[in-house]
């Protein structure tokens, strides 16, 4: 059974770097969709980043030059690279991937149980 697990959540002060990973697990194919979401309180969930296998990475224009997404395909593993953070990037960050094609404001198949970040002074 398909199930993915996200780590690396915390505090931190702002200007401050965190790194967050989700790996998959139950499966022996790699995902063609892996990404992050995240919903802070009295918002909608957005794709804060996301990579098609072989393709180019998508991000939301708020983390454009800060976050930096990557994955490994034989590990079946994302991860996100959030430096300067700001108070604005608190949220719960989840990891989301599917085996085929995805409608981006949805997301995939398969959903992380979340992760907080905190970014405060």
């Known amino acids: 059974q398909v199930q993915l697990v996200e780590s690396g959540g915390g505090l931190v002060q702002p200007g401050g770097s965190l790194r967050l990973s989700c790996e998959v697990s139950?499966?022996?194919?790699?995902?063609?969709?892996m990404g992050w979401y995240r919903q802070a309180p009295g918002k909608q969930r957005e794709l804060v980043a996301g990579?098609?296998?072989?393709?180019?990475?998508n991000y939301a224009d708020s983390v454009k030059g800060r976050f930096t997404v990557s994955r490994d395909n034989a590990k079946n593993t994302v991860s996100l690279q959030m430096s300067s953070l700001k108070p604005e990037d608190t949220a719960v960050y989840y990891c989301?991937?599917?085996?085929?094609?995805?409608?981006?404001?949805?997301?995939?198949?398969?959903w992380g149980q979340g992760t907080q970040v905190t970014v405060s002074s």
């Open positions: 990579l098609l296998k072989g393709g180019f990475p």
């Open positions: 989301n991937a599917d085996p085929g094609l995805v409608d981006l404001v949805r997301g995939g198949n398969y």
């Open positions: 139950g499966t022996i194919f790699s995902m063609f969709f």
